[in-house]
């Protein structure tokens, strides 16, 4: 198991405008672990992937594979293998020379080789495909190659960009559970590519999140809904509620009134409350009750959805399914914003 590290890593590409691409970026993959890079279109992601398969020289900084620098390694000796976004096969070779291709390159003994394109075929569950040509197949399936030609090579590193994004609904909890299966088997330090927040929660065991170039958090999934580190990141990860207000010690003066909130590493002043849509006590009192007014609802089989009015504020609770029956639009009750529930981000211009 090979740990990966990341030292100042920038890339810059030249142009009528220069774009820095990847900037500064620090980080410790751990090793035999999933990692997922996450941000927006754009932000950065696969050009750091392709740095460390080796693809793209850096313009600053350093990757190291267990402690020693591989940017003089050429692609083929670091011990990463990538599977890139639109798979790249070979359209006029059958599925097992594109299989094969990384062990041909390393002049194997034929029948042995054979051997193997069967085992890592059934792997990725195409077993007996060794003859068709990639036209033939589906997205999902070409996909499949791609990884069993990543996977045949015995790699120390595994490098997926977006290996879930662009395949059909039905398909990706397929993959998921194929990735999921073969890096708990492997072992294999796996770092992938995504712009889906869900994505990265259900796959990765820690995320780094990119935005424009530059890493903003770098954590376990739930810290990301827990505990995010700015404004912007609790908005990426969606449906978070946000009240501005002023801490004071272990207290938020807001618009709805004064809030206890737990100690927390943020200085006095302006700051803004967040809580999670699930966290809120719809029709509950005690501590940080205020009162509401439920504008409309949303019923979805698994949690009822309201949209509930507080002075000048709206909030959007999920709720239990069953609350559909317990509460009416146009209803007064109380909402508790419990201090458990209660995250403190710094405000952003
Ligand atoms: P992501 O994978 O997160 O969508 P990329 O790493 O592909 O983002 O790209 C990051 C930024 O670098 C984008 O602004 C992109 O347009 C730019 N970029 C990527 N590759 C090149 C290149 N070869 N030449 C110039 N600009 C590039
Ligand atoms: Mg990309």
Known sequence: MTQVKLHGLSKSFAGK?????VQDLNLEIDSGKITALL???????????????????????????????????????????????????????????????????????????????????????????????????????????????????????????EPISNLDAHLRDEMRDLILTIQRQTGITTIFVTHDQEEAVVLADRIALMFHGRLQQFDSPNTFYERPASVSIARFFGGVNFLPGVKRGAQVQTALGLLNVNLQEIADGPVVVTIRPENIGLGNDGENAVPGRILS?????????????????????????????RFRDGQTLSLQLSRDRIWLVTPED
């Open 17 to 21: 405008e220069q774009v820095n691409a």
């Open 39 to 161: 941000g927006p279109s754009g932000c950065g992601k696969t050009t750091t992937l392709k740095m460390i398969a080796g693809l793209l020289q850096p313009t600053a900084g350093d990757i190291t594979f267990d402690g020693k620098s591989v940017l003089g390694t050429p692609p083929e000796r670091r011990g990463a293998a990538m599977v890139f976004q639109n798979y790249l096969l070979f359209p006029y070779m059958s599925v097992g020379d594109n299989v094969s291709f990384g062990l041909r390159m390393r002049h194997m003994d034929k029948e042995l080789i054979r051997k193997k394109v069967a085992e890592i075929l059934e792997l990725v569950k195409l077993p007996g495909y060794e003859e068709r040509r990639p036209k033939q197949l589906s997205g999902g399936q070409q996909q499949r190659v791609a990884l069993a030609r990543a996977l045949i090579i015995e790699p120390e590193v595994l490098l997926l960009d």
């Open 297 to 325: 609802h949303v019923y979805v089989g698994t949690h009822t959805r309201f949209r509930v009015r507080s002075g000048e504020h709206e909030f959007e609770i999920v709720a239990d399914a069953a609350s559909v029956e």
